[in-house]
């Protein structure tokens, strides 16, 4: 399906700086658009001055060009904007994409819930997962199993010197289409009845990877001095508020959480696949699956093995320069992690929303037989 829209120009400018086109070797096309779209800064021989260069992104956001970028492509690369980047420059960066994302009417995402802990860095800026270089993280939109999840995630990498750890990203229209091709069923099925998410743990224990009473989990409202069943209610409260309707707290006081989501789902009408299946396959045992169909059946091992495969052949790699920021649109594209050794590579996340998400045209999906003949004959189509 391809939907009118407004083509990227080659350059965007307001008489002395401006952000100009780049090829990014890998980026692919995806109904009929650029996935993803990257520009870089252009001084224009102007010396770099951070107030004009914020003002000069500030009013290409405040005209929509950004979120034009973002949503049209997915993902929207800014390169060069921060001068010379290196890791002290993580309040600069920070800035940018608060200007940015403030300047297109976005707010603040609260994290809540999240399965690490994170170092603040920045205005809403934040470490990313501190798993170690050599882990893996496969496919998932931002908190898609949840309640509240981010309309935009932006990553940012200050000083890129390793080898490997590019940042794999999948659009979720692609998707749909490659599963709707070789997975019909699973697609038809995974549509009718929705996901679950079975028992995530956040411990009470603060030794543990992920504990409740952490501010990105859901210690941000608990005060030091609470008494610990007040720690307990508030913690609560956002499970409830944030993550889902069914959540609790064990004997051993660890607090616990199912939830229920439709992963299958339209931006702008147009069909795509919105869930976190890939990275959570691989807490898949047949004796305890952390994820099953919404009806409560289990998936055949089978369909999730090439579910997974399906979503790494998608994978768009992004290949770090220092500096870069990268705009995801997290309705429409998942991201993971690919390892990497010998350097530095730390990667900072900010998580940004729209201020009235119920008037987003983000809509569950229910995919019905010529749905699937239709992704057949335009895949059939393209191929002429
Ligand atoms: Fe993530």
Redesign the pocket.
């Given at each position: 399906m391809t939907v009118d829209y407004i083509p990227p120009q080659k350059s965007y400018s307001n008489g002395k700086l401006s952000i100009d086109k780049l090829d990014l070797p890998e980026a692919h096309i995806i109904h009929g658009r650029e996935f993803p779209v990257a520009y870089a800064l252009n001084l224009n021989d102007h010396e770099y001055n951070r107030d004009e260069v914020e003002e000069f992104l500030t009013s290409l956001s405040q005209k929509g060009v950004i979120t034009q970028l973002i949503e049209n492509h997915g993902v929207f690369v800014l390169r060069d904007s921060v001068e010379n980047s290196d890791e002290s420059k993580a309040a600069e960066v920070a800035s940018i994409i608060r200007h940015i994302e403030e300047g297109r009417n976005q707010v603040q995402f609260e994290q809540n819930g999240t399965l690490t802990t994170r170092d603040k860095k920045g205005f809403n800026l934040y470490t990313a997962?501190k798993s170690p270089p050599e882990s893996v993280i496969l496919q998932?939109n931002?908190f898609s199993r949840f309640k509240r999840y981010p309309n935009s995630l932006v990553f940012s990498i200050l000083e890129y010197t390793a080898t490997g750890g590019e940042t794999p990203l999948v659009h979720g229209g692609e998707l749909y289409e490659k599963v709707a091709k070789e997975l019909p069923q699973f697609l038809e099925k995974l549509s009718q009845t929705g996901l679950q998410f079975n028992n995530e743990i956040w411990y009470k224990d603060e030794s543990e990877r992920a504990y409740w009473n952490h501010e990105v989990t859901f210690g941000r409202n608990i005060k030091p001095e609470d008494d610990f069943e007040t720690k307990k209610k508030k913690a609560l409260k956002i499970a409830h508020e944030y993550i889902s309707d069914n959540a609790w707290f064990d004997e051993d006081d660890n607090l616990l959480a199912s939830s229920k989501t439709w992963p299958v789902k339209t931006f702008k009408d147009e069909p795509l696949l919105f869930s976190s299946i890939a990275a959570f396959s691989d807490k898949y045992t047949t004796d305890e699956p952390k994820i099953k169909y919404g009806d409560g059946t289990v998936f055949s091992k089978e369909d999730l093995n090439k579910y997974k495969k399906i979503t790494e052949e998608l994978e768009y790699k992004h290949n770090w320069k220092s500096g870069d920021i990268v705009f995801i649109h997290n309705y429409q594209v998942s991201?993971g992690k690919l390892p990497y050794k010998d350097g530095k590579r730390s990667t900072l996340v900010g998580m940004w929303d729209v201020q009235d998400h119920t008037k987003q045209p983000f809509k569950n999906f229910q995919v019905e037989k010529s749905d699937l003949e239709s992704v057949n004959s335009n895949l059939e189509a393209l191929k002429v």
């Amino acid at each position: 399906m391809t939907v009118d829209y407004i083509p990227p120009q080659k350059s965007y400018s307001n008489g002395k700086l401006s952000i100009d086109k780049l090829d990014l070797p890998e980026a692919h096309i995806i109904h009929g658009r650029e996935f993803p779209v990257a520009y870089a800064l252009n001084l224009n021989d102007h010396e770099y001055n951070r107030d004009e260069v914020e003002e000069f992104l500030t009013s290409l956001s405040q005209k929509g060009v950004i979120t034009q970028l973002i949503e049209n492509h997915g993902v929207f690369v800014l390169r060069d904007s921060v001068e010379n980047s290196d890791e002290s420059k993580a309040a600069e960066v920070a800035s940018i994409i608060r200007h940015i994302e403030e300047g297109r009417n976005q707010v603040q995402f609260e994290q809540n819930g999240t399965l690490t802990t994170r170092d603040k860095k920045g205005f809403n800026l934040y470490t990313a997962n501190k798993s170690p270089p050599e882990s893996v993280i496969l496919q998932h939109n931002e908190f898609s199993r949840f309640k509240r999840y981010p309309n935009s995630l932006v990553f940012s990498i200050l000083e890129y010197t390793a080898t490997g750890g590019e940042t794999p990203l999948v659009h979720g229209g692609e998707l749909y289409e490659k599963v709707a091709k070789e997975l019909p069923q699973f697609l038809e099925k995974l549509s009718q009845t929705g996901l679950q998410f079975n028992n995530e743990i956040w411990y009470k224990d603060e030794s543990e990877r992920a504990y409740w009473n952490h501010e990105v989990t859901f210690g941000r409202n608990i005060k030091p001095e609470d008494d610990f069943e007040t720690k307990k209610k508030k913690a609560l409260k956002i499970a409830h508020e944030y993550i889902s309707d069914n959540a609790w707290f064990d004997e051993d006081d660890n607090l616990l959480a199912s939830s229920k989501t439709w992963p299958v789902k339209t931006f702008k009408d147009e069909p795509l696949l919105f869930s976190s299946i890939a990275a959570f396959s691989d807490k898949y045992t047949t004796d305890e699956p952390k994820i099953k169909y919404g009806d409560g059946t289990v998936f055949s091992k089978e369909d999730l093995n090439k579910y997974k495969k399906i979503t790494e052949e998608l994978e768009y790699k992004h290949n770090w320069k220092s500096g870069d920021i990268v705009f995801i649109h997290n309705y429409q594209v998942s991201h993971g992690k690919l390892p990497y050794k010998d350097g530095k590579r730390s990667t900072l996340v900010g998580m940004w929303d729209v201020q009235d998400h119920t008037k987003q045209p983000f809509k569950n999906f229910q995919v019905e037989k010529s749905d699937l003949e239709s992704v057949n004959s335009n895949l059939e189509a393209l191929k002429v």
